[in-house]
């Protein structure tokens, strides 16, 4: 991959605390790129404003622990929390409203550092400079203590956040130096292995092993499910405190290879370099120029976020524990997991596929050993467990796409074997769907949104099949594909729940959030079929009428009704930007002739919901789903369909951006006269040759070149 300016530093543009604070979920630590490890403070483990441990509203820090989801909507992780403290020992963590009552410290936000790979907080209580930084699978941890008799460090094994709760614990204290030990937890993933080995800087004089809440000291070794470890300092303030912390999901000796392979020094600073170095490389794979500062940093956070998940899953020497929670040796791939596909498939996806495409080979290889160990392809896969969460079969258009776009390092048969057997299973409403072209309501939860969803995933099947000329697989796929249609009420204008016999379900509200609809309602999900937007047009009675209807959408000037839903934030009439189902309809006009209102609500989108600040994500972030909308859209164009192709164009932020492809191709994006009030497209010209249409195709960008936008006040003429 080629980068125009290789000294350039990136990192300087990005802020790890947008997101953490409203509800983007998101966490202010360390992390590697798609890396195993982020290390990142804990300043609460319950409820929903703390599915990453950590909130911006919140001064007091619980500790530090070394696995963090990024903006996801349920709870998890949290592993192997550490904390410093000076003072008599507190064996039980203290809360938000009274940090007094166990180890907590209580932090101001004006000592906090955040930068990619880096993280720094003074802890007020106990006078100590908390800093860290990591490698893809070794935390390190550097304390600066004050002059203290009594200084301590606790690693807490019990700690989890959200539905985490541990099976099996155990710990060992090997030297005055190591610490050795495994977590086994049930939560959200339903099984999690966690092995670690933490090695000191310098020795400490004494320790012991806290069981169920009772102190026993000098006692090297402790089983159970409420396990911690303390360890003694006399004189800490000789020289900062340094802790290496390695992970591993197979077992003991994993995490102490990966911790001697990647990290076998104590230069602190030259670790944290080294992952800034890596930061600023993932990306500068787009320049852009703005002069205002406030859309570089949202822009480059976006990149950032795109580039946490999915997380590596696999040690040094090529061991990974499977979905059958068995241990495989990988000579061929690199294992991940963290694959939140329902959200992702949309927009991060096909962002790797023109920045990352090794990587994607990666992550669909680790799709279809999923397959092969745990007999299906995952929805949402979680260290290494199959989660049950969220709906369809979108591992699907990851492959599909990924294999249209030329990323075909992987067994294609095979992967078609996996994609198929997705479709033909009959669970979650799938036996009403292949038999009747809709699920029923009365059989099966989300019963709207699943058809829409199976449709689409079926056309990608389609497209698979007819590429691998297995035509009569393809007629059939691309014949459910169309079961969309059974949902459309010609009357109302929605797409509605159907009964057994075939009734339209009343009484109907359009607006009302309930269990026909995937955390939605009709209005965000009658839209919902990228796979046949001009199919739906002519459904919907036309250009004008469907415009008309999307126009609707946006301005519609009541609130939801039904019942409370936490993910639909961010809206504006009826769109959810905070929720994944809307996210391509602000480019839907171009399909019907209006491309000017694409071009004004994607920048209002950009505009009213988006920031440089801690708020600054109008919803979960999902795993770099929100960020990746908002990358592509910052460079004026989208994939409304994934495996198409195709991006929809709408209206780029920025005065310029340069995309270098990893084929050492470049990209680059023009817009001339880009004034904040100037969001319509005059002319265009794709290197150098007029553009009429508002549609880029996948060919256009990865081979390079040059699409040069004129912008104005008002709509083209």
């Known amino acids: 991959m080629s980068i125009a300016n290789p000294g350039e530093k990136y990192t300087q543009w990005v802020n790890p605390h947008v997101g953490t604070d409203a509800t983007g979920h998101t966490f202010p630590g360390a992390a590697y790129p798609f890396g195993m490890i982020q290390l990142s403070p804990d300043t609460h483990n319950e409820g929903w404003n703390w599915c990453s441990g950590y909130h911006y509203s919140d001064a007091s820090i619980m500790g530090f622990s070394h696995l963090h989801l990024s903006g996801t909507g349920a709870a998890d992780l949290g592993d192997v ?22 180890y907590r410290s209580r932090f101001r936000h004006e000592t906090e550092q955040a930068h990619p790979g880096y993280y720094r907080v003074y802890l007020d209580d106990y006078d100590i400079k908390a800093e860290f930084t990591v490698s893809q699978r070794v935390g390190f941890h550097r304390y600066s203590f004050p002059e203290t008799d009594n200084a301590h460090i606790l690693i807490d094994l019990q700690h989890g956040i959200g539905w985490d709760k541990v099976i099996e614990a155990e710990i060992e204290i090997v030297d005055a130096q190591t610490i050795i030990g495994k977590r086994i937890s049930q939560g959200w993933a339903k099984q999690q292995f966690v092995y670690f080995i933490a090695r000191f800087s310098r020795p400490f004089e004494t320790f012991g092993v806290i069981t169920d809440e009772s102190i026993r000291e000098t006692v090297s070794q402790g089983k159970g499910q409420n396990i911690k470890a303390f360890l003694g300092f006399s004189k800490p303030s000789s020289a900062p405190i340094k802790i290496k912390v390695a992970l591993s999901a197979v077992d003991k000796e994993g995490a102490r290879q990966n911790l001697q392979q990647e990290i076998p020094h104590w230069d602190f600073d030259k670790i944290r370099n080294q992952t800034r170095q890596a930061w600023d490389k993932k990306l500068g794979a787009v320049e852009i120029k703005s002069d205002q500062p406030a859309i570089k940093t949202t822009f480059y956070t976006a990149m950032y976020h795109a580039m946490l998940a999915p997380y590596l899953f696999q040690d040094a020497d090529g061991r990974y524990r499977g979905i059958d929670h068995k241990i495989h040796q990988s000579n061929a791939f690199i294992n991940y997991t963290v694959f939140s596909l329902w959200d992702t498939f949309r927009a991060l996806h096909p962002l790797l596929n023109l920045f ?3 990587r994607t080979n990666h992550l669909i290889q680790s799709l279809l050993h999923r397959y092969q160990e745990g007999g299906r392809l995952p929805i949402w896969e979680l260290m290494g467990n199959y989660t049950g969460t969220m709906i369809g079969y979108h591992a699907v258009p990851v492959i599909v796409d990924a294999y249209l776009s030329g990323i075909n390092g992987f067994d294609v048969q095979k992967a078609y074997e996996a994609i198929k057997h997705s479709a033909m299973l009959d669970h979650l409403g799938l036996d009403d769907y292949k038999s009747k072209g809709f699920i029923a309501y009365e059989n099966e939860r989300e019963s709207v949104s699943k058809t829409l969803e199976y449709a689409y995933d079926d056309w990608c099947i389609a497209q698979l099949a007819k590429a691998l000329g297995k035509t009569e697989d393809y007629h059939y796929f691309i014949k459910r594909s169309q079961n969309y249609h059974r949902l459309f009420d010609p009357e109302t204008g929605f797409m509605r729940p159907i009964s057994k016999s075939g009734q339209w379900k009343k009484p109907f509200d359009p607006t009302e959030v309930n269990d026909e609809y995937t955390e939605a309602n009709a209005w965000q999900y009658t839209f919902f079929v990228p796979h046949d937007m001009h199919g739906l047009i002519k459904l919907m009675g036309g250009s004008r009428a469907f415009s008309q209807k999307l126009q609707e959408l946006f301005t519609h000037p009541g609130g939801l009704s039904g019942r409370h839903q936490p993910d639909i934030t961010g809206l504006i009439g009826m769109y959810a930007q905070g929720n994944e189902p809307s996210h391509n309809y602000a480019y839907l006009f171009n399909y ?11 920048r209002k989108l950009c505009r009213a919901l988006y920031s440089d600040r801690p708020d600054g994500l109008c919803g979960n972030e999902d795993c770099g789903q929100l960020s990746a909308w908002y990358i592509f859209s910052v460079l004026g164009f989208y994939p409304v369909c994934p495996a198409s192709g195709e991006y929809a164009i709408g209206s780029p932020l920025i005065d310029e951006a ?11 994006i023009l817009a001339e006269n880009n004034a904040d009030g100037h969001p319509y497209i005059q002319k265009m010209y794709l290197n150098g040759n007029v553009k009429e249409d508002f549609f880029l195709q996948y060919n256009d960008i990865i081979k390079g ?7 104005g006040e008002n709509p083209a003429p």
């Open 705 to 711: 070149g040059e699409l040069r936008l004129m912008m």
């Open 658 to 668: 340069i995309m270098h492809l990893p084929s050492g191709n470049t990209f680059k």
């Open 592 to 602: 019907a002739g209006d491309p000017h209102q694409t071009q004004y609500w994607v």
């Open 81 to 102: 929390l550490i904390m410093p403290a000076t003072g008599p020992l507190k064996i039980r963590p203290g809360t938000r409203q009274n940090p007094d009552k166990g």
């Open 356 to 358: 990352q495409p090794v």
